[in-house]
């Protein structure tokens, strides 16, 4: 008696079902995975570059001695 996967399991057959793009939400495409466009590519590139993606922390307290 075969077992059915649970749902969200990946049963082996076929592909995964893609992740949307993390600016827009549209369908992520092969040549600019895991983004839909070049352009959502850049807007990340850029959010990055400009410091908009930080992981906040507390200051260490050795910085505040000098």
């Known amino acids: ?3 059915k996967p649970k749902s969200g399991a990946r049963s082996g057959k076929g592909r995964a079902k ?3 793009c993390p ?3 549209k369908p992520a495409t ?3 995975k895991p983004f839909c466009s070049e352009r959502c590519r850049d807007v ?3 959010r990055w570059l400009s410091g908009s993606y930080a992981i906040p ?3 260490d307290e050795d910085e505040d001695a000098n």
Do not use: E, F, Q, T
Request: glycine share 12%; aromatic share 0%; hydrophobic share 35%.
């Open 1 to 3: 008696m075969p077992v």
């Open 18 to 20: 893609a992740k949307p």
């Open 23 to 25: 600016i827009c939400g």
């Open 30 to 32: 092969d040549a600019s």
């Open 44 to 46: 990340d590139l850029n």
């Open 57 to 59: 922390g507390k200051r």
